[in-house]
């Protein structure tokens, strides 16, 4: 009976070690922005909240994070892979047609079996309108709203980021191997987070919040301050929504895809030039994350934006 559960227990021990590695090994797949960029993108929108959606977020926010949205930004990446959330991995992104450049909804939007709805822009709405129904307590009960609300949180920081609306052979450029500077690593890591963290250690001594602080700065007062109110600008959610996909999509080919093959060395030129358009869908992606929670959460609007 011992020798058989000193047995069990050395299979048990290999399987973790094995789950760990194989966890270690697909880490760079399996992230979005990464937790930095998903960070900064909540707590760019949180500080934009008007009182009354302020209040909501506090509501639905375990008491642990003491109010801070910014700290389970993340955690929909970290769930992806358990049983239960399973469901939710083809969430994260879309794959649209090899070189096509474009993206349409009925054509792009659906799992790798071909499950209508499920990719991040109708994520995006899915959440939006669970969300919707707490402001007057209609939430159908199956409907975690703490969960709806760190979902929407977590997919409008994905569907900026522009390798989540990638091509399907390459998966958003995760196939495509290549070294940052001196260390491997892939393509669509280097959206994910190469470029946040070297410029954070290029020019902010790795101090993330000051990183942070200089987007702010960019949008209230700075570069992008007068087009503020066109990012917020949306009328309808699910045209927006789309709007958001196809910019990501665009970017994608533009300054991602191009001029990358397999195989290469990204460094300054690259890195110098695409760093503006990772910031600037950072800070995209925190204001029309606030305009969202501002419309569904706050005090009523005639232009309310969810479907009911
Ligand atoms: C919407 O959320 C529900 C659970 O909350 C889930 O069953 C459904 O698959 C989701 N659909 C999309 C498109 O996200
Ligand atoms: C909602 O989801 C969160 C996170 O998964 C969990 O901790 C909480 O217990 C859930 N609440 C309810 C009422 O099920
Ligand atoms: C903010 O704008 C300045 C001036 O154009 C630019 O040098 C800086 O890189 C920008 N910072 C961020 C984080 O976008
Ligand atoms: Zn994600």
Redesign the pocket.
Same mark, same amino acid.
């Given at each position: 009976m011992q020798i058989s559960m000193g047995i069990l227990r050395g299979i048990s021990v290999s399987f973790l070690a094995f789950l760990v590695c194989v966890c270690t090994i697909y880490e760079p797949c399996v992230q979005a922005w990464s937790k930095e960029g998903h960070a900064m993108t909540c707590k760019i929108a949180q500080e934009l909240l008007e009182p009354e959606a302020k209040h909501a977020v506090q509501m639905l926010l375990p008491d642990y994070v003491n109010g801070d949205l910014s700290a389970l930004c993340v955690w929909p990446d970290q769930v992806r892979h358990w049983y239960k959330y399973r469901?939710?991995s083809p969430?994260h992104f879309i794959d649209t047609p090899d070189q096509a450049c474009n993206f349409k909804y009925q054509r792009d939007c659906h799992d790798p079996h071909g499950v209508?709805?499920?990719?991040v822009a109708? =994520?995006i709405?899915?959440?939006t309108n669970?969300l919707s129904h707490y402001r007057h307590g209609t939430s159908d009960r199956?409907?975690?709203m703490t969960? =709806?609300l760190l979902?929407l949180s977590h997919f409008m920081g994905d569907i900026h980021q522009p390798m989540h609306v990638g091509f399907t052979s390459d998966e958003g450029g995760n196939t495509i191997d290549l070294r940052w500077f001196r260390h491997k690593s892939n393509l669509h890591h280097v959206w994910d987070r190469e470029i946040i963290l070297t410029a954070a250690a290029d020019y902010y001594g790795k101090d993330i919040n000051l990183l942070q602080q200089d987007i702010e700065a960019n949008f209230t007062h700075g570069i992008w301050s007068s087009d503020l109110a066109s990012w917020r600008d949306c009328a309808d959610l699910s045209s927006c929504v789309n709007k958001y996909a196809a910019e990501s999509i665009n970017l994608a080919c533009k300054w991602g895809y191009k001029d990358v093959e397999s195989g290469d060395t990204l460094s300054d030129d690259y890195f110098n030039s695409r760093l503006p358009i990772v910031m600037r869908r950072i800070a995209q992606g925190g204001v029309r994350l606030a305009m969202i929670l501002n419309r569904i959460l706050g005090v009523e609007h005639e232009d309310s934006i969810a479907a009911t």
């Open positions: 469901w939710t969430l209508k709805d499920m990719c109708g =994520a709405q899915n959440f669970q199956r409907h975690n969960e =709806a979902f």
